[in-house]
Structure formats: C-alpha cells, structure tokens
C-alpha cells in the first residue's frame, strides 16, 4: 500500500539485486556470523542425513564390543552396549536441533505475540500482562523446565513444551521493551491517523520494525534451549534412553569417565559447538542488524 | 526514596504470591489423578484416597487454590509422602549446603568476570579483548556439567588436586571447603563467563557516551576516565547482572550438584521427582524461586540508593 503512495527512489538510481548483494554481503564480511551460519547448515545437513551417514543405527548394540576403544569399525569407540558413539552423536544432533528449532518457533510466536500486545495496548492491559510475563520471568528457566517436565513426564514433546514455558516470557519482555520505543514514533501515529486499525498497525508497522532485536534474542534462546535440553537429559528427565541425544550420551559416559573419556567428552564437544556457533550467529546478528539494541538483549536473557 | 523502596516490596509480594500459583498448578499439571501417580503402582485404594484428601483434591479448585496459599504463606508447603516430614523442614535443611555452592560460585564470578569485562572493553579491539571474549563464549557455551565431569577426570583423577565428590560427611571445615572448592570453580566459571560479556557491553555502552569523549576532550588522563568516570556509571548494569546471573546461576547449580553428587536444594528437587514426591519439588521450587525474587529485590533497591536516577523512572 506505502508502495504505491510514496515514489521509490531507490529503484532508479541502484538495481535492487546490488542492494541485496550489498546487505549480504554486510552479513557475510562478520567474521562470527559467518562462521557460526556455515557450522549450522553443516550440522543441519548432518542431522537431515542421518539415516545415511551414521555408520551404524544409534539403538544398535554390538555386545560382543562393549565399551570398546576406537577403532576403524567405531571411529569413536562405543557405549556398555557396544552402540556406536560416532552413530549415537550423529542421531544425537537431530534431537537437538529439533528442541532449538521447536523452542525457537514456539517462544517467538507467543513471547512476540504476547510482548507485543502489552507493549502496544499499554496501560492495564500492559500491566496486567508483564506482571504475569515477570513471575514467570522470576523462576531460574531451567528449574522451571525441570519441574514441569517433571509434572507431565519425559518425552521429546513435553521437554520442548516445558523450554519454550520457560524461554517464552523472556523474548516476550524484550518485545514488549522494543514495542514502546516504537509507539511513540511519528510513523505510528500517522499510520492511525489515517484510520488503519490497531491489529494492522501493529501487524504491518510495529512487528517489522521491531523484529530484528527479538531475532537476535531467539538465536540466544536456541543456543539456552539445547543447553537446557542436555541438562535435563543429562539429569535423566529428558528425552528417555535408549534414544541417542547428547546429554543421554554424557550421562552414559559419565560412568566410564576414566576409563573411557572418549563417550561423554566427544558429546559434550558436540554440544559445545552448536552453541558456539548460535552464539556467534546471535552476537552477529546483534552487530549488524541494529547496533542500537544492545541495550535490550543480553541481560534479559538469562 | 521510601515510595520506591514500598514500590519494590509490593512488587515483591505480588510476584511471590504469582509463583505460590504457579507451583500450585505445577502439581495439578500432573496428568490423571496426582494423588495416584505419587503414591506409585501399588498404592492401596484408601492411601490414594486419604493423600487425595490432604492434598485437597476432592474439593473444588479455587477452595483448593486458596487454601494452598493460605498455607504456603504460613510456612506449610506440605508434607513430603517419602518421609513424613513436613516440606519446608526438608528444604531448610538442604539450603546451607546450596547457599554455601551459590555464594562462592557468584563471589568467584564477580572477581573473575567484572575486571575482565572491564579490562576486555577497555582494550576494545585488542588481541586480549578478543582473548577474553572467545573465553567467555566458551564458558556460556559448554554445558556446565559436562565441565563439571571433565574437572573431575583432570583435575581429581589425573592430577588429585581435590576430590571428586562435592561433599563430605567429615563436620571439619576445611574438609568441607576443600571438597566444596571444585564445585564453586566450576559454577564460577560458567557465571563469570556471562559476567564478563555483559560487564563489557556496558562498560562500552559507558565509553561511548557524551560525558566520556568530553573528558577525553579536556585532557582528562585515560587511566582517571576509566576508573572515576566510566566504572563508576558502568556499576549499575553490572550490579543489576549480577542480579541476573544470581536467577541463572541457581539453575546450573541443580547441575553441578548432581555432577558432584553434592547435596544441596537442587539434588533435593531431583531426588524428589524420582521418587515422585511432588509436595517436596513444590516445596524446593518454590523456595529457590523466592530466593530469586528476595535477591533482586534487595538489589533493585540497593541501587536505588546509589543510583537517585533508578527510583525517579
């Protein structure tokens, strides 16, 4: 619609597929981001693949190669049951991802929706909201998931369920914390005092504008949301054995620690990775998107 | 000042009566009937039955709500179905050991994190900055248990620097702080990690203000701008992290307990949802979850104090 009312003055002078490139290739040139970006398509493909590279099924036990050292049939030695680690890690990445995308999609929608409601509607409402958004906010979010996956049972789909409790009221302040910055901007005004309604204005005005923080603050929360995941695997109440994830794998290894280290130190490498390389993607992000939002995100995290 | 000071305590008071809520429809979220699901398979009919009756649940849900927090309120969190104790006994007991994990984790991560973030902001750009912050990123980014197991394998099996176990039943207390000493570094690490990235980010934020590039301007000797001038403002944001890791670092510290098979607040809440004894999670989770809201409460009124432009917005 502000297509056709205001002339676009960029379309003549730069072609827009140099633009894209140019904004890309602002992206591109952050050292962090990019590394962190090409890790994640690496493990994706990894998990998407599974089936396929996993030299050996993740529940496959070998029984008469317990605990066996690495060799050329298990390049990382294998587990009490003779499952190989190398196969179980592979396996393992998909439960991850699948808990930081789940998580990821789950908190955005609702902590934004949420965030962004308050933060517009204002007055009671918006009290009324943080103040509930706040009590959730007070619990340590890993003890809440604990306790709600406790309450409900272990599965893949509650643990989910129970992170994203936990994770949402924190990208809901945030949203909330950018949306009355943007309020009060003249754009708004005027957007309602040419009569478009509010749940318009808030869809096509206040959300775009105040996406790139909350994005920023989701990447972080994918990156709590695996850690959070291991935690409650490693702690026995999370995704249930034998299936391979990689707190299950720790928590495997544990008690073979020194006898074979290989079992829960190559698990918790992998975990260490995927959230290196979120958290080089979120600080990226946070660099390039808006210097500016520093001031939201960080600290609201935890 | 005092108005702030009453505005704070209210807050207080109705975030903790939102977490009584919260906990009471923890056990309710249970699925089918509670009451049977925490006395197990081979509960007899009239034991379900007379849990169900201590429990409330044959009554309506808001008679049910209201009594809960009457009581949570009184101190009466319960009884625990595994030993007969009252809750709230079984919670304080454990609190010593927790308290004692959580505070030398937080002092280790104060005095690691803060001079580090400063330090690492202050050289912004440089190779010890950029040192810092790749160590930092590690610490956020290892799970703490898994630093917890490989402290064990290096530093209590190949080097016997401490013991593995988190804890001893020996009442000497240096025993007791050598055994605690391997635990609280490792918390400490992962908290000052956080810590020190958002030390830093502040202390930047602080760097680039108006005020500073006119001190430079004037001549003020770099050393006096970063310590008179900068620190001082940059003392907020960080007491106010440190408010915020406090909240975290209970969390990690449920791991690190059970890492060191140490006994504390958190292995208490895991060992009670094993044994199903829902009462006693409700119990520990409220109180770790109060413990939260008392700390940053007393903090946002500390700076209050030092900060007048806190209690004015």
């Keep these: ?302 | 000042m005092l108005r702030y000071t009453a505005r704070r305590l209210l807050l207080m008071s109705i975030t903790v009566i939102g977490m009584v809520t919260v906990v009471f429809f923890l056990l309710r979220a249970i699925p089918g009937d509670p009451a049977s699901y925490m006395l197990g398979d081979y509960a007899t009919e009239e034991s379900v039955a007379a849990l169900k009756a201590e429990l409330g649940l044959d009554r309506p849900v808001w008679e049910q709500y209201l009594g809960f927090v009457k009581r949570a309120l009184t101190g009466d969190l319960g009884t625990s179905v595994v030993t007969g104790q009252p809750a709230f006994d079984e919670v304080l007991e454990s609190i010593p050991w927790s308290a004692a994990l959580s505070v030398s984790g937080i002092i280790i991560a104060v005095l690691a994190g803060v001079p580090l973030g400063v330090m690492s902001a202050v050289r912004h750009g440089t190779f010890a900055d950029l040192f810092v912050m790749l160590g930092a990123l590690i610490g956020i980014s290892f799970p703490v248990f898994w630093v917890g197991l490989v402290c064990i394998l290096l530093l209590a099996h190949e080097v016997r620097l401490f013991p593995a176990l988190g804890a001893s039943s020996s009442q000497d207390f240096f025993t007791q702080v050598h055994h605690l000493m391997l635990p609280a570094l490792v918390l400490g690490f992962s908290v000052a990690a956080y810590i020190a990235r958002l030390t830093r980010s502040a202390m930047l934020e602080v760097l680039g203000q108006d005020f500073v590039r006119v001190a430079r301007a004037m001549g003020v000797p770099e050393r006096r701008i970063v310590y008179r001038l900068a620190l001082r403002n940059a003392l907020i944001p960080v007491l106010a992290v440190i408010g915020v890791t406090f909240a975290w670092s209970l969390g990690s510290a449920i791991l690190v307990e059970a890492v060191f098979s140490r006994p504390g607040l958190g292995s208490m809440i895991l060992k009670a949802v094993f044994a199903r004894d829902y009462q006693l999670v409700q119990a520990g989770v409220f109180v770790l979850a109060s413990a939260v809201v008392l700390v940053n409460t007393s903090l946002d009124i500390v700076y209050g104090w030092v900060d007048p432009r806190v209690s004015v917005s």
């Design chain 1, 1 to 302: 619609m502000s297509a056709e009312v205001l002339p676009d003055t960029t379309a003549d002078t730069v072609p827009r597929a140099r633009i894209v490139r140019r904004i890309l290739g602002r992206y591109l040139r952050h050292p962090g981001l990019s590394l962190g970006l090409f890790v994640l398509v690496l493990l994706s493909f990894v998990a998407i693949a599974a089936p396929w590279l996993a030299p050996h099924g993740p529940t496959e036990a070998d029984l008469m190669n317990t605990l066996a050292h690495p060799s050329g049939e298990y390049l990382l030695g294998t587990d009490q049951y003779g499952r190989d680690i190398l196969s179980r890690l592979i396996w393992g990445a998909r439960i991850s991802l699948e808990v930081a995308l789940a998580v990821v999609a789950l908190s955005l929608t609702f902590g934004s929706a949420i965030g962004a409601i308050a933060g517009y509607a204002g007055g009671w409402v918006e009290r009324i909201m943080m103040v509930c958004n706040d009590i959730l906010l007070a619990f340590p979010g890993f003890l809440l998931a604990l306790a709600l996956v406790a309450a409900r049972g272990s599965s893949l789909e509650n643990v989910i369920l129970a992170v994203s409790i936990a994770y949402t009221p924190r990208v809901a302040a945030v949203m909330r914390s950018v949306v009355i910055t943007i309020r009060p901007r003249p754009f708004i005004e005027a957007s309602r005092a040419i009569g478009m309604s509010s749940s318009r204005v808030l869809l096509r005005h206040v959300l775009p504008n105040a996406l790139p923080p909350v994005i920023v603050v989701t990447t972080v929360s994918a990156a709590t949301a695996i850690l959070a995941e291991a935690g409650l695997s490693f702690l026995g109440l999370g995704v249930q054995p034998p299936t391979a994830t990689w707190g299950n794998i720790i928590s495997d290894g544990q008690g073979f620690i020194t006898s074979n280290p290989l079992i829960s130190l190559s698990a918790g490498l992998c975990i260490a990775v995927t959230v290196i390389a979120l958290n080089l993607l979120g600080d990226g992000l946070r660099d390039t998107l808006d210097p500016q939002m520093r001031r939201y995100t960080g600290e609201r995290m935890l």
